[in-house]
């Protein structure tokens, strides 16, 4: 069975990390991730979930995994649509256009519009470059605003769903685990819609005209088309991969269509919290520590110093690196914590206590452009209570157990 992933690409994603993540935090009772993302490591989990939080401030992507947890099936219908470069622009400009739609995601936790999430996914997977829903003034300008147009207080924007303890009522544990075999069933008896994929979804693109105004971007392997000078400019992704078509929901051959993939993520996603916020209001001691021994993953944007592009994300400050690498020397030593860290070699100095481990990336829009040397940057810093390695004499044990100095 192959794992679940997000039905996107994402830039900074950690696919091929997750497994280095999870043999240091191992079957945590609770898992917290402020910087949600793909969800890719999540999503990789190796065994059943326990209690779990995830929060973006991009309220887009909040609103995605918001909105597949309670509606896959819209979810799938507005984002079964062919590539169409007019389209991709018309609806660009409409989903930034959609100021009342952020801030409702912020006011309101059971809020989610399926259409911006089924759109949005449906651009993301065809936008080459980066920009898709980006505009960095949004949060100024609505912040500013908040109590003319909302009738709310800006401070409210601070204000997060319940999530000090594992759940009550209806969504605890027990009772979670207790109708667990039903919900699978109703899940196995549901229809699953939009199987059958339209316009480019399965079909071969066909070759460009002769002309030089219709030339299409290049379509192979390692191709990503060209950054237009304008965000408006970016032409569709007719990249294709394996024989495959495109890329997430516009990739051919996927099994069970773009509906029973919406679907399985829904059913994985059943119990997950999913907050819209600034990332520190999910670190508190209630809603890590207090629940049980806690894996949390910090996969903040990287510093501008460590040469990221600053327009990859949406609504992201890109220092706030520095501010997460605060908080983790902070907690670090607490033995109910587990912490992994993510950054560029070099980009944060942590004690000795914490373990480094290297990996390599896909290398993201660097590599696109032919700079293959941030893949080789990529680092995870394990904070002392993670579990040893499996290549250590203590493996599956905290390793800040034992003195270094007898090892």
Known sequence: MNPLRAPFPWFGGKSRAAHLVWEAFG??????EPFAGSLAVMLGRPTPAGV???????TYLANFWRAVQLAPDEVARYADWPVNEADLHARHRWLVGQTEFRAR???DPEYFDSKIAGWWVWGICQWIGSGWCAQPAWEEQEAAGAEKTCGIATSEYAKRPMLDKPGRGIHQLAVREGTSLANALAWEGRAHPGNGLRGFHGRRVRSAATSDHEKRPNLGRGGRGVHG????????????????T???VHASGQAGGIGEWMQDLAHRLRYVRVCCGDWSRILSPNVTE???VTGVLLDPPYSDAAGRDPSIYAEEDLQVAHRVREWALENGDNPRLRIALCGYEGEHEMPATWRSVSWKAPGGYAAA?????NAQRERIWFSPHCL?????????????SFARGAR
């Open 27 to 32: 079957d945590v009772a609770n898992y917290v």
């Open 52 to 58: 779990e939080t995830v929060n973006d401030r991009d």
């Open 105 to 107: 995601m912020r006011q």
């Open 229 to 244: 000078s304008s965000s408006w400019d970016v032409r569709p992704s007719l990249r294709g991969s394996r024989s495959a």
């Open 246 to 248: 495109g890329m997430g």
């Open 290 to 292: 207090r629940i049980g």
């Open 369 to 373: 452009r032919g700079n293959h040397e």
């Open 388 to 400: 040893a390695p499996a290549d250590d004499p203590f493996h599956g044990l905290p390793l800040a």
